[in-house]
Every structure is written in structure tokens, then in C-alpha cells.
């Protein structure tokens, strides 16, 4: 006991300096790698040696997109242990929230953004991309409130199938709104004889910005005391009710946090695309978020991460196969989940002791091990075997 005290009480956080030192270092990674990918993009004169298009500069963003969806989802169904299949719905409002607001609201808040859709620059766009993230996000944070707070007194299945319900009415409300063309697709509005479209503020440096900042939120909250209330409810809720953890309160708290940073990936979508339609945040996506968590490893945030990348860069990479392309896929899946059904990092996350137990784990495949020596009886055995030797001699 005194060792464990003694080694909580000489770890010690990081520094302010080494954290600014951080913070400095990866906003310097970000600025080259948006330099990286978005300059031959916006100026065709830059050549580039890998051949940078449209096409590749959309499988990166989706990539960071789809990493920030799968760990918004892991708060719910790896901490808390629930099982939403809702979150399709936060991620709709988010990207119709910024699509409205960046349009609606362009002459009063971004009079300075250009209405033709074409992308601006990292600082040029800081004040817009950042304004529309925050309001989509407390849009869905306010929806997710709403929905989490009856659905999250149920459980499994029932769970699952009422955020189900919520995820469709959601879309269908959606459909129903006018102003934001929800029947068909939503490119922009028209003032007289002006058409505003909506803002193409999204590139590298802020969807893996928001990677970051949701991957530190995720690891902050994982090894907090919130986070071992969120893991207390997830192995049992009983329990951790009976010791004094208000295990609702917890779960709509997990709710509306992920609701929070899925509106943000939505706010991110949209402000990418060129147009949005209803058919864009289907069932089908909410299938491939959650497929995402459970491969990854339900509570895993690396894994998830990793997950997330692996299963959008696949499909694309399988393209070469034609009409055999999604069965590829689907085979690799099922193996996949046949020899780690629990994931590919469990519930640990990326480090060098996992890194260590899972190569000596394969050198174990290909090693002969020695038969073992029976085990000696002990205790209750030994009293039974000489029982029974005394009632074969009588």
C-alpha cells in the first residue's frame, strides 16, 4: 500500500514549459503539414513529389474526421459501456448548424469569408472555422442533452434502439426543414441576385488540430477521477450506484460531451464539402462509426484512433479490385474480428509494454515449448487422494 502511495505521489505532471513546448511543437507539425498537403492544391504552379489531388487531400481529411467521430463515440460506448447508435444524428446537426449559420449569418458574422466557396488560408479562416465548431457543437451538445436524458435511464438493447429512433427522427426533421434545402442538398442560399455558398474553412491544420484536441481530451478524462466513475459504471452500474456514483448523471455527462465533439466533426464536414445532403449521415455511417470503436477496442482511445484510420484508408486502398472491393473488405473484417474479437488493442492503449507483450505474443506462435511437469496436488486434493488411497487398501 505504501508503495503505491509513494509511486502516486512522486509522479508528476508535465512542466508548464515542456506543455507550451508541446503545444509549440504540434502547431508547427500542423502548419507544415497543411503546407504539405493544401499548397499544391491552392496553387497549381507547386508541384509536389507524391502527387497531391483532390482525391488523396479527401482521404487524409476523412481520416482525421472519422478519428474524432470514433473517440466522441468511445466516451459513450467504451467508458460508460452504453450502446448508442444515435450519434449519426449529433454529427447531421453539427454540419447543418455551421452550414446554416455560415451562410444565413455571413453578412453580420464573416462579411470577410468569400461567397463563391473557395478556400482561404489557416489565419484567414481561424475566427470563422472556430465560431461555427463552438455553436455546432453546443447545437449537438444541446440535442444530445435532450435525447441522453430519458433514453440513458435504459440499457443495452433498448438503449441502442431508442437513440436508434432519436438518429431517425433527427434525419427526418432535417428533410422537413426549408430553409436549409433538406429534401435535396444544401449548397448556399440566394440574395437577390447574390448566391452565398458555404465556406470551404476546413484543410489539414484544423481537422487534426481538433484530432488533437479531442484525442487529449479523451486521455485527460480516461485517467481522471471522472474517468474511473465513467469506467465504474461501464464493469458495473449496480455496484457503482450502491457506492454513492450517480450513474446517470455520469452517463448524460459522457452523452452530451460526445454529442459535443461529434458536432464538431459535423461542423468540420460541412465546412468541407461542397454541398450536404440528408443521404450523407445514413444508418450505414453510424454502422461504420461503431464497427470503428468495436475493432479498435471498446474503451481503447488509440486503438480507436488507429482503428478509425485503418477502416477509411481500406476501402480506398481495395479500390483497384473493382466489384470485389467491398467483399475484400468485408472478409478482412471478419477475420479481423475473428482472431481479436476484442479488439485490436482490447481495452489497453498504445505504449511499449503492449508493443513488448504483443511481439513476444508472436514469437510464442513459432516457439516449442518444453512439456510441463505435472502440478502437485495441494490442499483439498491431497486430502481427497489420500482419502480415497485409504479406501482402496481396507
Not at 499544391?40 to 482525421?64: A, H, N, R, W
Not at 465513467?230 to 452500474?237: G, H, K, Q, T, Y
Not at 454502422?287 to 468495436?294: A, P, Q, R, S
Request: hydrophobic share 50%.
Amino acid at each position: 500500500m505504501e508503495k503505491a502511495l509513494g509511486h502516486s505521489a512522486s509522479f508528476k505532471s508535465p512542466a508548464l514549459p515542456a506543455r507550451l513546448l508541446g503545444i509549440v511543437a504540434l502547431l508547427g507539425l500542423l502548419f507544415l503539414g497543411n503546407l504539405w498537403v493544401e499548397r499544391p492544391l491552392l496553387d497549381q504552379s507547386v508541384t509536389s513529389f507524391y502527387g497531391m489531388d483532390q482525391y488523396k487531400e479527401g482521404i487524409i481529411i476523412s481520416c482525421g474526421i472519422y478519428v474524432i467521430l470514433a473517440v466522441a463515440l468511445n466516451l459513450v460506448n467504451g467508458f460508460t459501456g452504453q450502446f448508442s447508435l444515435g450519434h449519426i444524428g449529433f454529427y447531421a446537426v453539427g454540419a447543418y448548424v455551421a452550414a446554416a449559420v455560415s451562410t444565413y449569418g455571413h453578412a453580420r458574422l464573416f462579411p470577410g469569408l468569400p461567397i463563391d466557396g473557395s478556400p482561404i488560408g489557416v489565419a484567414q479562416g481561424a475566427y470563422p472555422i472556430l465560431t461555427l465548431c463552438l455553436i455546432s457543437g453546443l447545437a449537438a451538445a444541446a440535442v444530445g442533452f435532450v435525447v441522453g436524458l430519458p433514453s440513458l435511464r435504459l440499457r443495452g438493447d433498448y438503449l441502442a434502439i431508442i437513440t436508434l429512433g432519436f438518429a431517425q427522427i433527427i434525419q427526418v426533421v432535417i428533410r422537413n426543414i426549408k430553409a436549409v434545402d433538406g429534401a435535396t442538398s444544401f449548397t448556399g442560399i440566394s440574395r437577390g441576385d447574390t448566391t452565398i455558398l458555404t465556406p470551404h474553412l476546413t484543410n489539414f491544420f484544423w481537422v487534426y488540430l481538433f484530432a488533437a484536441l479531442t484525442l487529449w481530451i479523451a486521455y485527460g478524462l480516461r485517467f481522471s477521477t471522472h474517468g474511473l466513475a465513467f469506467l465504474a459504471v461501464r464493469e458495473d452500474e449496480i455496484a457503482a450506484e450502491a457506492m454513492g456514483i450517480p450513474t446517470t448523471r455520469y452517463k448524460v455527462t459522457a452523452f452530451v460531451l460526445s454529442a459535443f465533439l461529434t458536432g464538431i466533426a459535423g461542423a468540420l464536414f460541412a465546412l468541407y464539402q461542397p454541398s450536404l445532403s440528408s443521404d450523407q449521415f445514413s444508418f450505414v455511417r453510424s454502422i461504420d462509426t461503431v464497427v470503428m470503436v468495436v475493432l479498435g477496442g471498446l474503451g481503447s482511445i488509440s486503438g480507436v484512433a488507429i482503428a478509425a484510420v485503418l477502416l477509411t484508408v481500406l476501402p480506398e486502398a481495395l479500390r483497384g479490385l473493382d466489384q470485389y472491393r467491398l467483399v475484400a473488405y468485408s472478409l478482412l473484417l471478419i477475420i479481423l474480428m475473428l482472431t481479436r474479437p476484442q479488439g485490436i488493442f482490447g481495452r489497453e492503449e498504445l505504449s511499449r509494454a503492449w508493443l513488448v507483450g504483443q511481439m513476444a505474443a508472436v514469437r510464442g506462435w513459432f516457439t516449442r515449448r518444453p512439456p510441463s511437469a505435472p502440478a502437485l496436488a495441494t490442499g483439498r486434493d491431497v486430502m481427497t487422494m489420500t482419502r480415497d488411497r485409504d479406501d482402496v487398501d481396507v
